[in-house]
């Protein structure tokens, strides 16, 4: 299982505006991927950072729904918002 961790810090409201304006609908499309386990995207006590958890079921459907992702709506509106993101393999036992 891949599992991502970390945070979108986006610099102005505008950018928040963004996040909050395509947000459903990119939670919604990556909800359908094929091996997402779970996927949130919550806004924190600042208005302007979000906390970020996906859970994909193997590396080839996390890099899959980051090839969306890049290509999407949302990829390219929130571009330059800065990610700082950790991504972990867990191992099932």
């Known amino acids: 299982m891949i599992v991502l961790t970390g ?3 986006c610099a102005t ?3 928040a505006d963004i996040v909050r304006r395509l947000l459903p ?4 499309l990556t909800h ?3 091996g997402c386990l779970a996927f949130e995207v919550t806004v ?7 906390r970020v958890e ?3 079921s193997d590396r080839e459907t996390f890099d899959a729904h ?6 999407s709506a949302w990829g390219e509106a ?3 918002i800065v990610r700082e993101y950790e991504i972990t393999e867990v191992n099932a036992k």
């Open 25 to 28: 609908e990119h939670t919604r």
């Open 78 to 80: 929130t571009r330059a």
């Open 44 to 50: 924190t006590d600042d208005p302007l950072i979000w």
């Open 32 to 34: 359908a991927e094929t």
């Open 54 to 56: 996906e859970q994909f």
């Open 7 to 9: 945070i979108l810090r």
């Open 13 to 15: 409201q505008a950018e």
């Open 66 to 71: 980051q090839q969306r992702t890049r290509a």
